[in-house]
Each structure stands twice: as C-alpha cells, then as structure tokens.
C-alpha cells in the first residue's frame, strides 16, 4: 500500500498498533460524510473504489449528516457530482431524524420551529402542527437557524419558563459549524444553549450525532440491526461515541479530524481504526466473507 509522507508521519513513533483493519464484513454500512467520505469538495482516496465493491456486494449503505439546513438531495448531487453512485434513501439528515422522533412521540402536539426551510418544511410536510403562539407550544424545537432573532427566543422563553408547558428538544448538538477554510457558522447548540440560559431548563432531546437515536434510525432504514452494521467516521466524539452507544461496532479514518496520537490519547476506542476508507475491505476479501 502507498502511503503519502502525511500518513507516514501519523503513524509516527508508535501508535501504529492502534491501526486495525476489520476481520470481518458486514451487511450495513453507515457513514459519516466530511472527512470519510470527502473532505471539502475531494473525494477521499479509495472511497470510490470502496462504495462500488460494497456495491457489488450488496451491502446495505446510509450517509449520515448532522446539518439540518441542507436539502437531502444537495448531498445526493455532491456524492454524485464526484462520482459516488447514491440513492436518494441511502441520505440521513438530522432533519429526517427529528421528524421521524416529533411522528412517534409527539404527533398530537403543537411544536415551535427555530429552524430554517427544509426543517419547517418538513414537519408541515409530516402532518405535524407547528404554532408560535407560546401558550399553545408543547415542544420547541431548536435547530440550525441563520434568521435567529430576539422575537423567537422570547417565544421559546415563553413557551418554556412563561407558562412552564413546552419541552426543549434539538435536531442536533454542534455548536459551530466549521467550514474548509476555517471559517464556520454557530449552529444549533448555540440557540440551545441560549433558550437553556434565559429559562433554566435542559434540552431533553438530541436528534444527531452523538445521541444513538440517529443510528437507530439509519438501522430501521436499513432493516438491520447494531450486529450486522458498522459506523464510518472521522470523528471520536460524534461518530465513534454513537456507534459505542449503539451497541455497534466503529471504524475510525484518520483521513479528517482525529489523528494516531490524539487516539491514542482518547479514552475511546474504535473497533477498527484505518489509514484510508478502502481498508474497510477485510484484507482478503472474498465473496463469501460477506454475509448476506
Ligand atoms: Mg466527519
């Protein structure tokens, strides 16, 4: 295998027994996005030679992301734009995620949006009632929202500590979001933490990554359970914690966030951990080694 001098140099003095490549194939394989899959706007080395032997081998395959302001289908059109063949329901965002949870656990009830359009539009297009009168509210949901202003955290604040009725829920925890060049945005945790601050109550529900809730919906998706599935990501925090709350097993790449030494300074750990996504092929990949 070549190795670039920058992965030469992780691997660097003697963390290397930390690489573990899988004995073992899976039917289900679910992925983080950035860093895993791409990094910025290129195609990770040996993710496209990965996803068409998964591919060939039928594995059931999810691409998870936490980011409640993007359309679906932009991911489908970047994963496909770089030549990653993808299906629309293979795509699992955390607006996906809250829907399906507002569905099970709060169908009959009236839920206040701090979101932008694929969120609101999305729960409407669920059937579920959205209100911003705050005596009416029984659930604020707190997201991702680039038209935040003083007026909707007085509704929430209303809502929650006013007439003591609404719970705090969010569609996922991330408190910036980094963009490639080191800019970012503040994202969800942050209009969290702001309705937390002014009422004193806790957000009781996360609908992404690190909570295992979004693992439990890409394996209903799926239709297969924590055993027969691993979690692909480049992040220790996110990806990682949320496969090992699943009860699921978690490649780590080293192709984004996390490097060998801060691995090895974590108190986590990965069931396999690998230098480039395509190591996730058992290193003698038969056929028969996948099961079906
Ligand atoms: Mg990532």
Redesign the pocket.
């Known amino acids: 295998m070549t190795m670039t001098p920058a992965q030469n140099r992780l691997a660097e003095p003697d963390h290397s027994h930390l690489l573990a490549r899988p004995t073992r194939a899976y039917r289900g394989y679910i992925f983080?996005?950035?860093?895993?899959v791409y990094l910025g706007r290129e195609l990770l080395p040996g993710a496209l030679r990965l996803i068409g032997e998964l591919r060939r081998r039928d594995a059931r395959i999810v691409f998870l992301t936490n980011n409640p302001t993007r359309d679906p289908r932009m991911y489908l059109d970047k994963l496909t734009g770089l030549g990653i063949d993808t299906r629309p329901e293979e795509i699992l965002n955390t607006v996906m995620t809250m829907t399906s949870w507002l569905l099970e656990n709060a169908a009959d009830k009236k839920i206040f949006v701090i979101g932008e359009e694929p969120l609101q539009s999305a729960l409407i297009a669920a059937g579920l009632q959205l209100t911003d009168r705050p005596q009416d509210i029984d659930v604020v949901v707190a997201s991702y929202d680039r038209t935040f202003e003083y007026r909707k955290l007085q509704i929430a604040f209303d809502a929650i500590a006013t007439h003591r009725r609404a719970m705090l829920v969010t569609t996922n925890p991330d408190v910036y979001c980094p963009f490639p060049n080191g800019n970012g945005e503040p994202d969800a945790g942050a209009i969290v933490a702001a309705i937390e601050a002014c009422t004193g109550t806790k957000c009781q529900v996360n609908a992404g990554k690190p909570d295992r809730l979004m693992l439990d919906t890409a394996m209903r998706r799926i239709g297969l359970p924590a055993q027969d599935c691993v979690m692909i990501?480049?992040?220790l925090s996110t990806?990682i914690a949320m496969a090992v709350a699943a009860g699921m097993d978690s490649a780590l790449v080293l192709t984004?966030?996390t490097t060998l030494p801060m691995l090895a300074a974590a108190g986590i750990r990965p069931t396999w951990v690998l230098r480039r996504i395509d190591e996730l092929l058992p290193e003698s990949h038969g056929q028969q080694q996948f099961s079906r």
């Open positions: 983080d996005l950035d860093g895993t990501g480049d992040r990806d984004g966030e």
